[in-house]
């Protein structure tokens, strides 16, 4: 990959925490509502989810949160370091959480973004990744506002 760094993703471990957190502050990604280490402890929990490291040197540059429901893939936090960006990372974060997703035997990745970010729906679109027309409802199951 000219101008590109490859990156090796692995699943993260013990002492990623911190820094896959401070990414994804970083990124822009936390929110009040949801707490990174809880969600972090959660993916771990299960065969079903987990998150991807990637590292350049000892940075970690990537990571992407990936799970299934056993018929559907989403990812969440899919991040990389900000100082990074343009460098492909991005793009190999979801390389990552699609091989994992096929391993898992899943066919299909759905991904949501927040309304008003064009910036990021023009990266998934040039992954050749499609609006499909859906709605989506939700409703918290604990006492965190929305």
């Known amino acids: ?30 929110r009040p509502h949801n707490d990174p280490h809880r969600d972090i402890a959660f993916a771990r929990g299960g ?12 940075d970690i540059a990537a990571a992407v949160m990936v799970g299934h429901d056993g018929h559907r893939g989403t990812v969440y936090y899919v991040s990389c370091d900000p100082d990074r960006q343009g ?35 023009g990266f998934y679109e040039a992954l050749g990744y499609e609006t499909e027309p859906r709605v989506v409802m939700s409703r918290r199951l604990d006492d965190n506002p929305l």
């Open 1 to 30: 990959m000219t101008g590109q760094s490859a990156l090796a993703f692995r699943p993260i471990e013990d002492g990623d925490i911190d820094g896959v957190v401070a990414l994804w502050t970083r990124c822009g990604l936390t």
């Open 47 to 58: 065969s079903n989810a987990d998150v991807l490291v990637g590292r350049i040197g000892a």
């Open 87 to 121: 460098q492909g990372l991005g793009r190999q974060a979801m390389q990552a959480a699609e091989t994992w997703l096929r391993a898992c035997g899943i066919w299909k990745l759905n991904l949501m973004i927040r309304e008003g970010n064009e910036k990021v729906q």
